[in-house]
């Protein structure tokens, strides 16, 4: 089980995306904006292992500066983002800040929900492999 | 009197030249012809540049009654119309020392018994106005006294043609004002027209303007018959003195335009019997014609009169245009600028409407997952209508999403990111991809070895390639020949000017070996929303060729109807400057 965190603007989205990775057994926290985001990200208590968030919400980066506030609060949380399809340039740029991987929500015969269950599963397993000590310690981007 | 003559010749030629008063000074040289000649009355009388009546412009003397100061006299013949049409027939003076006797003297006072008829010449030397001076004695006009009104006349010739030089000053910086001034095109050409009416003295002037496909010159505004014809008289480009004009970029300027072998006489002012002097001249902007201004004059002048067009009527005409073609461009520009704000923000509007459909779809995506989900749970025999109804959803949920796509790529085909790219590499990459999933279909692949580097959006170039290949293999279902070739082609600018630099071409061909596209399609498959399939919006060929030219390169199907499609792509090379 994992500490998620979903960031969308969208209720709808969010509350699929809880029902989804709650079944996946992580505990899921949901943010409806950049600066709830934030508040959260900075809050007490243990630091969240995967963060998921929409790219674009209040401007075209929101997704850029909750990256940065995440991998500032702990450079192991992994960060999954969310773009609208035909948005890869901004999500190139996310993952060369360390992002750990992004998602298009409109990918025509793929059922996105499963995609990024999966991911964020194994973007938990890296977590707490390298927060135990047994994974590798620094890692930036993944292809998967 | 000599001295008194020489100050007052002296005085009426500054006012004439330097104070541009006409009136007062062909008045008070009307009062001096009296004065220094001891005569009775004296008058001029003007010649209407379009139409050759004599008018009467100023009178000084005895008995005028204000009926005789606005007299205009048509001289048809030149035995009938008394000795001030001889003067203005001939071009010499005229003088009847004995009006009783005299063959071409026509009475109007009856106390006349010599008169003199002086014509007043312009700048070009044609008979602008005739100076007549009466006396009540005969044969009282001695060389002597016909040099001193012989003089006279000059002064009033200098301050005719002072006139009509500051009353064309005046219209054209009238013209640059209103060009400046005019909100609407409609506006404009409605000025320009009047004050060209005014200055060139014509009855007939008309405004032809090149359509969008810069194929015909079609009628914009008309002063005269032609008014009724607006936006349906059209010549074609070179047909007709208005089309070689629009041909060649020169103006045409002609006595009797029926002589002329380009004269088609489709749209004219007047009839052929009725056609008179010609003058058309090109409304340009720097080397692009954009219309033809022309005007006419009747010929049912006198037959003395020559109702021909000058050489600075021409270069009027020339001026004018260029200034129209200049103003009808700014106001093009500001369409063009209003439109582009227009469409960017329909592109806005489209960009962020298709950004809220596609989240809404991917919460949509969620809770069918969900459904997909809870239904694992129930009995067998409850799950399976619900499953085929989860799984109908979710399909349309992934077309809904192929549209948002295509309509994406659509909206950002124009938004490139470009760096020094090989053509050959693209197309390869594009082929191998596609080639992947259609092993029915053969590649012949033909690369230039010397093919220059281009500047493209690699990704976007390459989706397009892939979409012009996905199209041919989905044409040919039940296999076929794909050939991709390049080539390097050098133009020269259209404009014939050789020594502007040239410029080199990269083209890719790609052809395959289906039906081909129809003729009558051709134009159309390139127009958003055209297709001959269901699936999808029709964007695809559109998206191509906004890709295609937002590089500045082209794109045309070239193949023949029934013997497979051929796509042609024209892309810019890149300079050695800029590889360097």
Known sequence: MARVLVVDDEPDVQDALKRRLERADHSVHCASSTEDALTM?????????????????????????????????????????????????????????????????NIPDVDVFELITLKANRAAQQVRERRSGSGPTFRLGSAA | MTTDYVDRVNALMSRAVLHHESELVINDALKAALEFTDSLRSFVAGIDPATGLLEVLAAQGLDWSPQDKDSRLTVHNATQSGITARAAITSKPYVAQNVLTDQYYVSHFTDVMSEVALPVL?????????????????????????????????????????????????????IGLELAAATTREHLTRKVLDLVVSTLHCQACSLFLMNDARTQLVLHSARGSLQEKVGEAAYNIGEGLTGSVASTGCAIRLEDPRQDARWRGRFSEMTPDAMGAFLAAPVYFRDRVLGVLRVSRPRNTPS????????????????TGAQLGSALETHNAFDARLRNERMAAWGELSARSVHMVGNKT????????????????????????????????????????????????????????????????????????????????????????????????????????????????????????????????????????????????????????????????????????????????????????????????????IGKPGMGAMFEIVLPAMTTEEVI
């Open chain 1, 41 to 105: 990200l900075v809050a007490g208590g243990p630091a969240f292992d995967v963060i998921i968030t929409d790219m674009s919400m209040e401007s075209e980066n929101s997704g850029v500066e909750i990256l940065q506030a995440a991998l500032h609060r702990d450079s192991l949380s992994a960060v999954i983002i969310l773009t609208a399809y035909g948005n890869v340039r901004n999500a190139v740029t996310c993952m060369q800040m360390g992002a750990y991987d992004y998602v298009e929500k």
């Open chain 2, 362 to 557: 991917f919460a949509i995506k969620g809770h069918v997952n969900e459904i997909k989900h809870h239904l694992q749970s129930l009995p067998h025999r409850h799950q399976q209508p619900l499953v085929q109804l989860t799984n109908g959803l979710e399909q349309s949920i992934y077309r809904l999403e192929d549209i948002l796509t295509e309509f994406r790529d659509f909206l950002t085909a124009t938004q490139l990111n470009t760096r020094c790219c090989s053509l050959n590499t693209l197309l390869h990459e594009a082929a191998n991809e596609c080639f992947l999933h259609h092993q029915s279909v053969n590649l012949h692949e033909h690369y230039s070895e010397l093919l220059p580097a281009i500047m493209a959006d690699a990704s976007r170039l390459k989706r397009a390639i892939g979409e012009l290949l996905e199209n041919a293999v989905s044409f040919m279902p039940c296999g076929g020949t794909v050939s991709i070739s390049t080539t390097v082609d050098e133009m020269k600018p259209s404009t014939g000017n050789t020594s502007m630099p040239v410029q080199l071409f990269v083209t890719a061909v790609i052809a395959d070996s289906g039906n081909g596209v129809p003729t009558e399609i051709k134009e159309q498959i390139f127009r958003p929303f055209f297709s001959t399939r269901s699936r999808g919006m029709g964007l695809g060929l559109s998206i191509v060729k906004g890709v295609i030219e937002a590089h500045h390169g082209t794109i045309r199907e």
């Open chain 2, 122 to 174: 312009d700048s070009e030397g044609l008979v602008q106005a005739v100076l007549n001076v009466q006396s009540g004695e005969a044969a009282w006009y001695n060389p002597q006294r016909v040099a001193v009104l012989q003089t006279l006349a000059n002064v009033i010739g200098t301050a005719l043609v002072t006139q009509t030089f500051v009353r064309r000053e005046r219209a054209l910086g009238q």
């Open chain 2, 304 to 319: 003395w009169f020559q109702a021909r067009f000058t050489e600075t009527d021409e270069r009027i005409l020339c001026a």
